[in-house]
């Protein structure tokens, strides 16, 4: 699986140990040895240490090169990066310790590397005692021994998890699952239930495939950094393995999931950090009354909005399985309203306010609707059909949420609109 390594060196005794533990990853056709200097500075020395580096690699079938590359503006991990652009690695191997080149990678500011790389990253630890470069072996027992791997059922976790069977020398795998913090027991048992079926359907797809590897299932409950933490002493696993995001980190297109963030800072075991690309799936569509409360959660910072399920029809906007957007058409005795139009914040600016109008107007429009909106958007809705009315050209029911303004709209910052049906020319609602 990992045919091609790329090794940063800073020709500390933990880079040693970086290069030596490549020895336990079978199958490596080609590592790679980079060394960054400042622009200008002598590398006579440095080339020479590396290549002293080199020769810890004890595999003869394994092909090693030395680079090395000058930097202007010191800026290690871009460097890193453009390096592993132009030379595609399938693997990058970093070490978890003080010092220059890990303080980079672990640092409240400076995970670069670890967020930024277009391929799986292996961030290493070592025991404080008990090492020689020139040893036989640099960890206690096979790498991918015995690997824990937290699994939240998202689509990264999902396929990160494919890539077990193409690792040599695993003898078993832990699927942990950590339930947080559950407001009731009603609602802890059903997801307990759900979480148990989970991993057993999991399971059963890695024994399928793979009948050798012994699979354990485990669930925990509260901070799922601890947990993965406490679990991973507690079963001596040769190292942990987790996707690059858990569920809630990649629909909001962040680099790198602050689970995994955490546990590659503050576990003592290697870990793996599985790069999957993803291509986030996006639809919209109207919610049954059963599933109302979603929109409820997204209106929680809006008004705290209720949903009236004999009245209304909802649309919302999801990311995979997250709704991100809602917009709802209200049905009054004397006419459509169109409102609860709202997005989370950390998923603005993405057009989903517009996916979830759209679908609410191809549906609803065959009616006339009627809408209030702030000033600055009244070019916005005007692009679906809407136009400026008098207040008083309004249904009553909609008028009268507004009737503390007393007819100032301007001054309540909030503008009538109305849409009629695609065809008609009157003005009757």
Known sequence: MFEKVLIPTDLSETSEKLVACANDIRN???????????TGHTVVREREEVEEQQALITNSDIAVRCLIREDPVH?????????????????????????????????????????????????MRFPPQGFSASGPRMIPGPLFFRILFPLDFSRPANDALKFVG?????????????????????????????????????????????????????????????????????????????????????IRKVPLGITTSKVTALTKKPVLVMFTAIQLEI?????????????????????QTKSDPDHDRIFAVFIEDT??????????????????????????????????????????????????????????YQSFGFVPIPESDLPLAVRERYSWAMGEMKGAEVCPMKREPAGRNDTAG
Not at 28 to 38: A, G, N, S
Not at 80 to 92: G, M, N, V
Not at 112 to 118: D, I
């Open 28 to 38: 490596i056709q080609e590592i790679v040895l980079l060394h960054i200097v400042r």
């Open 75 to 123: 800026d290690i991990p871009a460097a890193i990066l453009k390096t592993a652009e132009t030379e595609r690695p399938s693997l990058i191997i970093m070490g978890a310790r003080k010092g220059r080149l890990s303080k980079i990678l672990l640092g409240h500011d400076d995970i670069e590397v670890l967020a930024h790389s277009r391929t799986h990253v292996l961030i």
């Open 166 to 250: 193409e690792l040599e020398g695993v003898s078993e795998i832990i699927l942990l699952h950590v339930i947080r913090k559950v407001e009731t027991e009603e609602r802890m048992n059903f997801i307990l239930r759900e979480v148990e079926t989970r991993l057993a359907d999991a399971r059963e797809k890695i024994k399928e495939a793979h009948p050798d590897i012994r699979v354990k299932m485990m669930v925990r409950y509260g901070d799922p950094t601890g947990q993965i933490a406490i679990v991973a002493d507690e079963e001596a696993v040769s190292l942990v393995m987790m996707a690059r995001f858990g569920k809630r980190d990649y």
């Open 283 to 303: 639809n919209t569509r109207e919610l049954a009354p059963s599933e109302f409360y979603m929109a409820e959660k997204i209106w929680f910072d809006y008004h």
């Open 323 to 380: 709704p991100v957007s809602v917009a709802r058409c209200k049905r009054h005795d004397d006419g459509y309203e169109v409102d609860g139009i709202f997005t989370w914040d950390e998923f603005r600016g993405h057009g989903y306010a517009r996916n979830a109008i759209e679908a609410l107007v191809r549906e609803c429009g065959t009616s006339v609707l009627y809408m209030y909106t702030v000033l600055h958007l009244v070019d916005f």
